[in-house]
C-alpha cells in the first residue's frame, strides 16, 4: 500500500489494525511490509515519488459502551529513510491511531502503560469531566491500566491526545506520545465536505525535529531551549520527513495538527494560492476564511479546504524567530532554519469522483457579544525571565522557586544533560507563581462566562485551557486574525489576548483542570496552572 497511500483499501486498513501502526507506513516496518507486497503484484506500481510518501494515521471509531485499548508502548520507526529507529507511541508504532468519536456516545477507553516510566493522557480540546482527563495527574505506573468513559457532547472537530506527566510533556510528544482524535456529529456530515480519509480528508501531523546520523531525532535542552523552545530544522509530518502525499486532482480536506513543542508554524503554498479555513481547534467557522497564509501554534489545528485541480502545489513554512522583550529592548532570537522550509508536497492524480463544492456556510456560530461587561474576569499574565539565583545567591525567594517550582526544571536539566542543579536557569510563571502540584489557583463556577485576558509582555506564548473552549474577543487590543474567529482552545498570544470562555464541565480539586503555555518547555518548566470548575 505504498504505492497508493491515498486510496487505503479496505483490506490494507485491517492489516494495520489491532496493530497501532500507520495505516500505510511507507518504510516497510512490521507487519505493513506485507500489505505492501500484495498490493504491488495486484496493481501495476505508481511512479517513484521524489520522497517519502506521506503515512496515514490508522483511523479507530470508537463504539458508545465498547471499550478501546490504548497501549503505551516502545515502537520502532524510520522518520528519515531506511533509518529506522527507537521510539514510542500507542499500539506499536510512532504516535498512535486517530480516534473518531461520535456526538452524543460513551466510548470508554482503557490506557495501558507499557513503557517504564509513569504517562497518564490528556484529551486536548475534548469537552469532559476533570476525572475522565489526564491533567498532571493521574500517573498510570508502569505496568498499569486507567480506564474513563468520555462522554461525546460537542460540535464537530480535530482534536489530539497527548501524554502530559508534569515536566515530562515535551521529551514524551517528542517521543511519540501523541496522537488525533476527531469528533463527528450531523450537522457537519450533511456539509457534503470531503471525508474520505486518506483520501480527500487528510490529517497532518506537524512536527519539526534535528536528527543525528543515525536517523534519531535528539533533544538536548539548554537554559536557551528551556527559555524559547526547542526548534528542529527538518519538518515532520506524520512521523516522515521529506513527505510527499498523492491527493485526487480535486477539493480536499487536509486536518493540520502543531504537535511540536515549540515551533509557530507560518504555513503558505509556494504558489501563494489562496484556500479555504474551515474549522479552528474545536470546531466549524461560521463560514469558509479565505487566506493565503496560517500561522498555527503549538496545540493549535485547523482544516483547510484546498483545490487540487490547480495543480501540483507544496506547502512550506516561514521561519520562526522569537522575539524577547525586556522593557525597551527586544531581542531576536533566530530559528534554526533561514529561509522556508518545506513541509509537504501534494501530488495530484486524476481521478473519476467530481470534486465537493466548498460550502458557503458551515456552523452556527453566533457573534461572540459587543459588551462583556458583567462577567467576571480574570488576568493571567506569562512571565519568562533569567532566574535571579542563577546570578545573585540563594536566599528565601529562590527557595520557593526550588520547592515549588524547580523540580520539573531539574528533571529537564537530568534528562538534557544540563546541569543536575535544582535550580531552573528561567523562571517560568503565571500571575509571578511557577506551577505546583495540588495548589489550585482559580475556582470557576460550573456553568459561568467569563473573560480571561492574556498577557505576555516577553514573548508570545500560546495559551491553552482545559476542559472549555472558548471564543478571542481581542488580539492585542484589536479584532482577532482571520484564523482566530473560530472556536478555540488554544491561541498565540503575541502581547495581549481577551478570551470568552464557557465552561461546562466539572472538575474537582482532586483532577482539576490546567491552563498553561502549550509550547511544552515552557509548560514543563511551569507557566501553567490549575483551576476547579465546581
Ligand atoms: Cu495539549 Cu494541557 O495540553
Ligand atoms: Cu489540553
Ligand atoms: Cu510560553
Redesign the pocket.
Known amino acids: 500500500m505504498t504505492d497508493r497511500p491515498h486510496r487505503p483499501t479496505r483490506r490494507a486498513v485491517l492489516a494495520g489494525a489491532g496493530l497501532g501502526l500507520l495505516a500505510s507506513a511507507p518504510l516497510g516496518i512490521g507487519p505493513a511490509s506485507a500489505a505492501k507486497k500484495k498490493t504491488r503484484s495486484a496493481k501495476p506500481a505508481e511512479p517513484e515519488v521524489d520522497g517519502t510518501l506521506l503515512p496515514i494515521p490508522r483511523l479507530v471509531d470508537l463504539v458508545d459502551g465498547e471499550t478501546f485499548d490504548l497501549v503505551a508502548e516502545a515502537a520502532t520507526h524510520a522518520f528519515l529513510k531506511d533509518k529506522p529507529v527507537a521510539v514510542v507511541g500507542y499500539g506499536g508504532g510512532y504516535m498512535g491511531p486517530a480516534l473518531r468519536l461520535k456526538r452524543g456516545t460513551k466510548p470508554k477507553v482503557r490506557l495501558t502503560n507499557r513503557l517504564a516510566r509513569p504517562t497518564n493522557v490528556?484529551w486536548?480540546?475534548l469537552l469532559v469531566a476533570g476525572r475522565s482527563d489526564g491533567?498532571t495527574h493521574p500517573g498510570v505506573a508502569p505496568g498499569a491500566t486507567w480506564e474513563t468513559e468520555l462522554a461525546v457532547d460537542q460540535p464537530a472537530a480535530t482534536l489530539?491526545y497527548?501524554a502530559?506527566v508534569h515536566g515530562r510533556?515535551a521529551q514524551d510528544v517528542h517521543d511519540g506520545l501523541c496522537g488525533l482524535m476527531l469528533i463527528e456529529d450531523e450537522t457537519s456530515a450533511g456539509l457534503g465536505l470531503p471525508s474520505a480519509w486518506g483520501v480527500d480528508d487528510i490529517p497532518l501531523v506537524l512536527q519539526d525535529r534535528t536528527f543525528d546520523a543515525a536517523g534519531r531525532p535528539v533533544r538536548a535542552p539548554t537554559p536557551t531551549t528551556v527559555e524559547h523552545g526547542l526548534l528542529g530544522a527538518t519538518m515532520i509530518v506524520n512521523g516522515v520527513a521529506d513527505a510527499v502525499a498523492r491527493v485526487p486532482a480535486r477539493l480536499v480536506r487536509l486536518r493540520l495538527l502543531n504537535a511540536t513543542g515549540a515551533r509557530n508554524f507560518r504555513l503558505f503554498f509556494e504558489d501563494q494560492r489562496s484556500f479555504r479555513l474551515i474549522a479552528t481547534d474545536a470546531g466549524l467557522v461560521a463560514e469558509p476564511i479565505e487566506l493565503t497564509r496560517l500561522v498555527l501554534a503549538?496545540?493549535e489545528r485547523a482544516e483547510i479546504l484546498v483545490d487540487f485541480a490547480e495543480g501540483a502545489a507544496t506547502l512550506f513554512t516561514a521561519p520562526d524567530p522569537h522575539e524577547h522583550r525586556a522593557g525597551a529592548q527586544t531581542t531576536l532570537l533566530p530559528d534554526v532554519v533561514d529561509a522556508p522550509v518545506k513541509v509537504v508536497a501534494f501530488e495530484p492524480v486524476k481521478d473519476e469522483r467530481p470534486s465537493a463544492v466548498v460550502p458557503a456556510t458551515l456552523a452556527e456560530l453566533p457573534a461572540p457579544p459587543r459588551s462583556t461587561s458583567g462577567l467576571k474576569r480574570r488576568r493571567f499574565e506569562l512571565r519568562v525571565r533569567p532566574n535571579p539565583a542563577m546570578v545573585a545567591q540563594v536566599g528565601a525567594h529562590d527557595h520557593h522557586a526550588m520547592s515549588h517550582g524547580s523540580t520539573t526544571n531539574g528533571q529537564i536539566a537530568l534528562d538534557g544533560g544540563m546541569t543536575a542543579s535544582s535550580e531552573p536557569p528561567v523562571l517560568l510563571t503565571i500571575n509571578g507563581k511557577p506551577f505546583a502540584m495540588g495548589r489550585i489557583d482559580e475556582k470557576v463556577p460550573l456553568g459561568a462566562t467569563e473573560v480571561w485576558e492574556i498577557v505576555s509582555p516577553d514573548m508570545s506564548h500560546p495559551f491553552?485551557v482545559?476542559g472549555a473552549h472558548f471564543r478571542v474577543l481581542s488580539e492585542d487590543g484589536d479584532k482577532p486574525k482571520s484564523w482566530n474567529r473560530g472556536l478555540k482552545?488554544?491561541v498565540l498570544v503575541e502581547n495581549s489576548a481577551e478570551i470568552l470562555v464557557t465552561f461546562t464541565r466539572p472538575a474537582g480539586s482532586d483532577a482539576p483542570f490546567?491552563?498553561?503555555c502549550?509550547l511544552l518547555e515552557h509548560?514543563d518548566g511551569g507557566m501553567?496552572g490549575a483551576f476547579t470548575v465546581e
Open positions: 490528556h486536548h480540546g491533567g489530539w497527548h502530559h510533556t503549538p496545540g491553552h482545559h482552545d488554544t490546567l491552563y498553561h502549550h509548560e501553567m
